[in-house]
């Protein structure tokens, strides 16, 4: 199985097929995979409290575990999902 090891040696696909084809026998190398996970600094993040009704922040744990996340994970993304749509206005 060919290992990729720079994301420039990955071709541009015409169509799904082609790509499915070239995966099949490809595959990353584990240092790439690596090295593009983001690791923030924890300089990178403030920690805030915020005071929530219990039945409101039971009924938000209770949606994060249908989903299978984190509370807190998932409330940073409703978060940030907000900002993004309020900075497009």
Known sequence: MKSISDWNEIPYFDDEAKEADYW?????????????????????STTITLRFDPRMLARIKRIARSRFLNYQSMMKQWLSERLETEIKQ
């Open 24 to 44: 099949h026998g490809t595959q990353l190398d584990a240092r790439l995979m690596h090295a593009s996970i983001h690791q923030p600094d924890s300089r990178e």
